[in-house]
């Protein structure tokens, strides 16, 4: 009989293997075994926390002689019976089968079930330390230090645990009937201080692309931080480029607060047939242009806000998917900030004198957000730092014009933007 916390070994490890993520190699899996979609629910839980705890696993394994780790399935199911152990998921019972299959001797489980994080990492000091308790790779958090992020170790105890959902509300909508009704369809929701058009989710995040509502398009699921761009666009009734567009979630926000018309874009023909899905469910499709093209080479010219939202290290978004710190590198970080730094100087030399140019992220690494932001200005003098409205974020410390917004302080995705003018 296969146990789930096989099904999730494989999962995890074929999610490493691809690069990948834990949704789509599970979505592969349970195509190809139909028999096991009732192990769903307990296998999301154990590939999450090994994601998210799997350093930590590591060591406590090897304290106990156990090791060397790898990605391999067969260290995957090691990973799965220690999270379960130390988690305390582990039934007896099933501590019998691990045992067998992993060659983890039945006393070492029940003595992972009495170790915390701190006796793990005892001896340690410093970010090899943080490194062990939060289970972050140290490259990340030489990144996160330098980039100067307020009280790490909260941030990354707070990256490690669920997201909290938002939703993004069509103009003109009333809201407190939008609530009324949605109740009703069993998914509560909270407006927003900060942002007009936005809501928190406090119950019912799973329903929340059920409901009439969410059909008729007057609203879209997006975190609070990714709802910011499109205000500091400011885009009322400016031509918006939005070159890295995907789903087009901050076009049609762009759409939604007044824009003129909107220029699409992205590199990959997937991400432009769901802009299309996202443009004609909000009835926004006559409002944008729509092409596949390299955000390096922009189509036009002349433009007056351009947003770029480029490919990054997504540590901001680490909640949902907390696998790729397993198989991130430091190399990743380098190649992300290239590409960003070319779509950016080549929207400020398209962009007329006086445009807006609004580069954001969804990851907190030094390399990408202020190194970035940095080089442009050196690169391009006409391009000048401004300050934004709303402010929301914290300042990073030299870059006080910038902001970011940080899933401990602000109950968001880890997120950084940057306004730019043109001179
Ligand atoms: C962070 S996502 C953008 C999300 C989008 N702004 C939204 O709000 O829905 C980055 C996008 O950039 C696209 N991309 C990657 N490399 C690109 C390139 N060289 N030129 C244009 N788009 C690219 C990816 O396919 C991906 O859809």
Same mark, same amino acid.
């Given at each position: 009989?296969?146990?789930?916390?096989?099904?999730?070994?494989?999962?995890?490890?074929?999610?490493?293997?691809?690069?990948?993520?834990?949704?789509?190699?599970?979505?592969?899996?349970?195509?190809?075994?139909?028999?096991?979609?009732?192990? *769903?629910?307990? !296998? #999301?839980?154990?590939? +999450?926390?090994?994601? $998210?705890?799997?350093?930590?696993? %590591?060591? /406590?394994?090897? =304290?106990?002689?156990?090791?060397?780790?790898?990605?391999?399935?067969?260290?995957?199911?090691?990973?799965?019976?220690?999270?379960?152990?130390?988690?305390?998921?582990?039934?007896?019972?099933?501590?019998?089968?691990?045992?067998? *299959?992993?060659? !983890? #001797?039945?006393?070492? +489980?029940?003595?992972? $079930?009495?170790?915390?994080?701190? %006796?793990? /990492?005892?001896? =340690?000091?410093?970010?090899?330390?943080?490194?062990?308790?939060?289970?972050?790779?140290?490259?990340?958090?030489?990144?996160?230090?330098?980039?100067?992020?307020?009280?790490?170790?909260?941030?990354?105890?707070?990256?490690?645990?669920?997201?909290?959902?938002?939703?993004?509300?069509?103009?003109?909508?009333?809201?407190?009937?939008?609530?009324?009704?949605?109740?009703?369809?069993?998914?509560?929701?909270?407006?927003?201080?900060?942002?007009?058009?936005?809501?928190?989710?406090?119950?019912?995040?799973?329903?929340?692309?059920?409901?009439?509502?969410?059909?008729?398009?007057?609203?879209?699921?997006?975190?609070?931080?990714?709802?910011?761009?499109?205000?500091?666009?400011?885009?009322?009734?400016?031509?918006?480029?939005?070159?890295?567009?995907?789903?087009?979630?901050?076009?049609?926000?762009?759409?939604?607060?007044?824009?003129?018309?909107?220029?699409?874009?992205?590199?990959?023909?997937?991400?432009?047939?769901?802009?299309?899905?996202?443009?004609?469910?909000?009835?926004?499709?006559?409002?944008?242009?729509?092409?596949?093209?390299?955000?390096?080479?922009?189509?036009?010219?002349?433009?007056?806000?351009?947003?770029?939202?480029?490919?990054?290290?997504?540590?901001?978004?680490?909640?949902?998917?907390?696998?790729?710190?397993?198989?991130?590198?430091?190399?990743?970080?380098?190649?992300?900030?290239?590409?960003?730094?070319?779509?950016?100087?080549?929207?400020?030399?398209?962009?007329?004198?006086?445009?807006?140019?609004?580069?954001?992220?969804?990851?907190?690494?030094?390399?990408?957000?202020?190194?970035?932001?940095?080089?442009?200005?050196?690169?391009?003098?006409?391009?000048?730092?401004?300050?934004?409205?709303?402010?929301?974020?914290?300042?990073?410390?030299?870059?006080?014009?910038?902001?970011?917004?940080?899933?401990?302080?602000?109950?968001?995705?880890?997120?950084?933007?940057?306004?730019?003018?043109?001179?």
């Amino acid at each position: 009989m296969v146990l789930p916390e096989e099904v999730a070994a494989r999962i995890l490890a074929e999610a490493v293997r691809r690069r990948g993520s834990l949704r789509d190699a599970a979505a592969l899996y349970f195509q190809r075994h139909p028999e096991h979609e009732y192990m *769903k629910p307990l !296998v #999301r839980v154990l590939t +999450l926390g090994v994601a $998210r705890h799997y350093i930590l696993l %590591d060591r /406590a394994l090897e =304290l106990l002689g156990y090791g060397p780790p790898s990605h391999s399935t067969s260290w995957m199911l090691t990973r799965v019976a220690a999270f379960e152990a130390m988690f305390g998921r582990l039934k007896p019972s099933r501590a019998r089968a691990l045992s067998e *299959k992993t060659g !983890v #001797r039945l006393e070492d +489980l029940e003595k992972l $079930r009495e170790m915390r994080p701190r %006796d793990v /990492a005892k001896g =340690l000091s410093g970010l090899d330390r943080l490194s062990v308790l939060y289970s972050f790779p140290r490259w990340m958090l030489e990144e996160l230090l330098q980039a100067g992020v307020p009280e790490l170790p909260r941030l990354l105890e707070a990256l490690n645990r669920d997201p909290q959902r938002w939703i993004r509300i069509r103009p003109g909508v009333d809201v407190e009937r939008l609530r009324e009704s949605l109740r009703g369809q069993g998914v509560e929701i909270e407006p927003d201080r900060d942002l007009p058009d936005v809501a928190r989710i406090v119950e019912g995040a799973d329903r929340a692309t059920r409901t009439r509502e969410y059909r008729e398009g007057l609203y879209v699921l997006q975190d609070k931080a990714s709802a910011l761009v499109a205000h500091v666009a400011e885009p009322q009734g400016r031509l918006v480029v939005d070159p890295t567009a995907g789903a087009a979630i901050k076009a049609s926000h762009a759409a939604w607060l007044g824009s003129r018309y909107s220029v699409a874009g992205d590199l990959k023909p997937q991400r432009i047939g769901e802009a299309v899905k996202t443009l004609e469910r909000l009835r926004l499709r006559h409002h944008a242009d729509i092409y596949v093209g390299d955000a390096r080479r922009l189509p036009l010219r002349g433009f007056d806000v351009a947003i770029i939202d480029p490919p990054c290290t997504d540590i901001g978004r680490l909640q949902y998917e907390p696998e790729i710190k397993l198989w991130l590198t430091r190399g990743h970080a380098k190649y992300f900030r290239r590409l960003q730094l070319q779509m950016l100087l080549e929207a400020v030399d398209a962009a007329l004198p006086g445009a807006r140019i609004v580069y954001s992220v969804c990851t907190l690494t030094h390399s990408e957000t202020i190194w970035v932001t940095r080089r442009l200005l050196e690169k391009r003098p006409e391009a000048e730092l401004v300050e934004q409205k709303p402010r929301i974020g914290e300042r990073p410390r030299r870059l006080p014009q910038a902001q970011r917004m940080l899933p401990h302080l602000h109950g968001t995705q880890g997120f950084y933007i940057a306004v730019f003018e043109k001179r």
